[in-house]
């Protein structure tokens, strides 16, 4: 069991490692041995309060690191520049609907590839969900709704890149942030 699982299950567990705690306190007892009953329990508690604290950091480290990647990734900025070429409109509004679906998939599938490995950190626990949700909140909320669902905004025209079948194929955990996002904001 890696640490950073580790924390998690003891959250979930922490009555059996409080009934291990005492069945070794317990047989220490018997055995008379005080010293040996105390470095166990200092032992056992000092191992899951370091196994917590690693997986604290590591879930920050991970967060602000896809954060940056995303901010600084080239491939995922001339995507997203050439989409925006594409859709730019006179009026301000964007018209994904211009969007060819052979021509421009691949820069779409990078983009939401992208954010399926972003989801899937998150919905993992490799991340904070938390801190995900809410820096990638629009961004998460826009290509579900234009290049899944198919929903016009305000300021843009959809384009209905994937089916619903084909985007719970390729990217359900984007799917499922989007879904509490959605939730989380009554929709």
């Not at 879930?59 to 491939?75: A, G």
């Not at 955990?173 to 879904?179: A, D, E, F, Q």
């Amino acid at each position: 069991m890696d640490f950073g699982n580790l924390a998690g299950w003891v959250r979930r567990n922490g009555y059996k490692v409080a009934v291990a705690i005492l069945v070794v306190l317990a047989v220490a007892v018997l055995n008379a041995s005080w010293v040996t009953a105390f470095a166990t329990i200092a032992l056992a508690v000092g191992g899951l309060t370091e196994g917590y604290l690693y997986s604290r950091d590591a879930k920050r480290r991970n967060t602000l690191d896809v954060i940056m990647r995303t901010d600084s990734d080239p491939l995922l900025k001339e995507a997203g520049d050439s989409i925006r070429k594409r859709v730019d409109g006179k009026d301000g509004i964007r018209d994904y609907s211009v969007l060819d679906r052979r021509e421009d998939r691949s820069n779409i599938a990078r983009i939401m590839n992208h954010y399926e490995t972003i989801a899937l950190s998150a919905c993992e626990g490799i991340t904070d969900k938390s801190v995900i949700k809410e820096q990638f909140r629009s961004s998460i909320v826009f290509l579900v709704k234009t290049f899944v669902l198919g929903e016009e905004t305000d300021k843009s025209k959809p384009a209905s890149t994937y089916t619903r079948e084909e985007a719970e194929e390729y990217f359900p955990n984007l799917l499922i942030l989007y879904k509490e996002l959605d939730s989380e904001s009554g929709g």
